[in-house]
């Protein structure tokens, strides 16, 4: 499981946004931190998002934009590493990406996400990732052609094992439900 993050520059006044006012950002309705509940004063956004080949993107824009097209001020990046760059150096930055990229990213703060203004705001941790209460969570998955076999079956037997597990949980992904 993963969990799309959504995050700000740690300096940035904002802790929690809706899904709603994220469709608004990422669609260019909303441009201006002031435009968003418990956001900073009054600036300009800078909004960062994968580039459309990324399944992070095509997820978000399903998922959160329901099928709408991003803004054409949104800037496309490369990767999750170049948006958690660009938001611990740009005060006025917001942007998604696998919970991992963004946790211990020094000048970064992860968002709590509500899915609306009357929904409860919930923190991205691995519980509610894996349960799916927080509301921009995916689950991951590896396709075989057929039944798997040989090493491909091997592999996806290490991945469910405690030891595999422990390594999807040490590189900040969701470990699977016991």
């Known amino acids: 499981m993963d969990g799309l993050a959504v995050a700000v520059h740690d300096s940035n006044g904002i802790e929690?946004?809706?899904v709603v006012d994220l469709k608004g950002i990422f669609t260019g309705q909303i441009t201006d931190w002031a435009q968003v509940s418990g956001g900073k004063k009054s600036g300009k956004m800078v909004v960062l998002a994968r580039e459309s080949n990324s399944g992070t993107h095509v997820f978000f824009k399903e998922h959160v934009l329901g099928n709408a097209n991003f803004g054409a001020t949104v800037l496309l990046m490369p990767s999750s590493k170049a948006i958690a760059q660009e938001i611990s150096q740009n005060k006025d930055a917001v942007g998604?990406?696998?919970?991992?990229?963004f946790?211990?990213?020094k000048g970064v703060k992860i968002?709590?996400?509500a899915k609306d203004a009357k929904s409860p705001?919930?923190?991205?941790?691995?519980?509610n990732v894996r349960s799916g209460?927080?509301?921009?969570?995916?689950?991951l998955f590896l396709?075989?052609?057929g039944a798997p076999k040989g090493v491909g079956a091997d592999y996806l037997a290490f991945i469910k094992s405690a030891e595999g597990q422990d390594l999807v949980e040490k590189v900040g992904y969701v470990k699977m439900k016991k």
């Open 16 to 18: 929690k946004i809706t």
């Open 96 to 101: 998604f990406s696998g919970v991992a990229y």
């Open 103 to 105: 946790k211990a990213q």
């Open 111 to 113: 968002l709590d996400v």
């Open 121 to 127: 705001v919930v923190e991205p941790t691995d519980d």
């Open 133 to 139: 209460k927080y509301p921009i969570s995916r689950p």
């Open 143 to 145: 396709y075989t052609p």
